[in-house]
């Protein structure tokens, strides 16, 4: 089956710094990727979608200058928190949309992030 | 707006069959998903339905009722390993996809 990949899969920053998180399909081309953010047993909640080569859609209440979002190839999609706080801990999963016909998500790991 | 419902928690016991139902309101359907997610891990796809009725596949099932705007998924000779977080999931049309808050299912021995 599909793969996607995360990276890093864990990570530790400090409050006003700036994390990028690597998402990349293996075997197959994206041209859509989405970003979940999910708190502790809540579900997935879509942040924005990333489409390759044009500009990424935010979900209503997700601040675009703080979650940037950059899908320059058909096969990586980055999330850059800017300026991170302790309220951006989080976990963050990307997914990717398949090639098969039934819109399928294929999920990476996932990217525990702690802001100290 | 967007809404979908499914059980906070169940409990069930190692070989039993449990049912986890799904309700959703939503603005437009192009499908229905049950993911699984293990704590801590991102969710693995289990099904998908598009039509009416029952898809089975090995052990899991999953129904569909679109004019009732209802779903479930139906496990079978429950293992302890099926211990998880199973996650309802409609595609809304686009390539967009809302989720459940998701039911967390604990297997006894």
């Known amino acids: 089956g599909a793969v996607v990949s995360q990276h890093p899969s864990r990570v530790i920053c400090k409050s006003g710094t700036s994390v990028k998180i690597e998402c990349r399909s293996l075997d197959f081309q994206a041209t859509t990727m989405f970003w979940y953010r999910q708190f502790p047993k809540k579900s997935l909640m879509l942040m924005a979608t990333s489409n390759e080569g044009s500009k990424a859609t935010y979900e209503q209440g997700v601040e675009k200058d703080k979650f940037l979002i950059n899908h320059a190839s058909l096969t990586l999609s980055t999330l850059t928190v800017t300026s991170a706080h302790p309220e951006d801990s989080s976990f963050y999963i990307c997914?990717?949309?398949?090639?098969?016909?039934?819109?399928?998500?294929?999920f990476g790991p996932g990217t525990r992030l702690t802001v100290t | 707006g967007q809404n979908i419902d499914q059980p906070t928690e169940m409990t069930a016991t190692e070989g039993a069959i449990v049912q986890i139902n799904c309700t959703y309101q939503t603005s437009g359907f192009n499908g229905l998903f049950w993911y699984q997610q293990h704590a801590g891990e991102a969710p693995t796809f289990l099904s998908y339905n598009v039509l009416d009725g029952l898809e089975e596949k090995g052990r899991f099932s999953s129904f569909l009722s679109r004019s009732k705007g209802y779903s479930y998924l139906l496990l079978k000779e429950l293992q302890m390993k099926d211990s998880a977080s199973y996650l309802c999931?409609?595609?809304?049309?686009?390539?967009?996809?809302?989720f459940g808050a998701g039911t967390r299912l604990f297997v006894k021995a």
């Open positions: 999931a409609v595609n809304t049309g686009g390539f967009k996809t809302i």
């Open positions: 997914s990717a949309r398949g090639e098969g016909a039934n819109n399928e998500q294929y």
